[in-house]
T-cell receptor, first 112, second 112 residues
């Protein structure tokens, strides 16, 4: 089946800990995106990548890091510098730079 | 002024009625627009995209774009309780051409 997968579905972070959220797609899409959604809020862009080995900061990149070593994968690390990480994290991909985005199922991050 | 604006709602319509969801955007040069549906606790799913002035129909859904008025709308005919969700409007702005800007979403409730 073609699609976008995110894991884990739920993730718990302890104080001072870095955690990594996985995003994989087998759609052969060039572009990938990470968004954060807080309760009752819209989507805010964290990072995006239009091509392998290249990525750009979005509107709220502080406290997050990404890599794009393979076309299929775009993991997001939530670092200890992100003081309010509790949110719903959504990964999306797009066939080309300016095209329609398709979303994965999301990861819900909670702080212990 | 926010780049993409929507009434947060909630919008309530009776079953079988037409639901009308509206969206305005600030960048006159924007090219592409998207409507997503998001059920509570789930990720957004694409309903349709629209690129040209006028109407675009897909089943019970009609998207309308008026670039002169900087206005996008989504009509849902014969609304069903299963249409109850948050609807996200998104646009590819000329000023940030490699990103899609999402509105805050409108919550729709279809009353049986």
């Amino acid at each position: 089946d073609g699609g976008i997968t995110q894991s884990p579905k739920y993730l718990f972070r302890k104080e001072g800990q870095n955690v990594t959220l996985s995003c994989e797609q087998n759609l052969n899409h060039d572009a990938m995106y990470w968004y954060r959604q807080d309760p009752g809020q819209g989507l805010r862009l964290i990072y995006y990548s239009q091509i392998v080995n290249d990525f750009q900061k979005g509107d709220i990149a502080e406290g997050y890091s990404v890599s794009r070593e393979k076309k299929e994968s775009f993991p997001l690390t939530v670092t200890s510098a992100q003081k309010n990480p509790t949110a719903f994290y959504l990964c999306a991909s797009s066939p080309q730079r300016y095209g329609t985005q398709y979303f994965g199922p999301g990861t819900r991050l909670l702080v212990l | 002024q926010k780049e993409v604006e929507q009434n947060s709602g909630p919008l309530s319509v009776p079953e079988g009625a037409i639901a009308s969801l509206n969206c305005t955007y600030s960048d006159r040069g924007s090219q592409s627009f998207f409507w997503y549906r998001q059920y509570s606790g789930k990720s957004p799913e694409l309903i349709m995209s629209i690129y040209s002035n006028g109407d675009k129909e897909d089943g019970r859904f009609t998207a309308q774009l008026n670039k002169a008025s900087q206005y996008v709308s989504l009509l849902i005919r014969d609304s069903q309780p299963s249409d109850s969700a948050t609807y996200l409007c998104a646009g590819q702005m000329k000023t940030s051409y490699d990103k899609v800007i999402f509105g805050p979403g409108t919550s729709l409730s279809v009353i049986p």
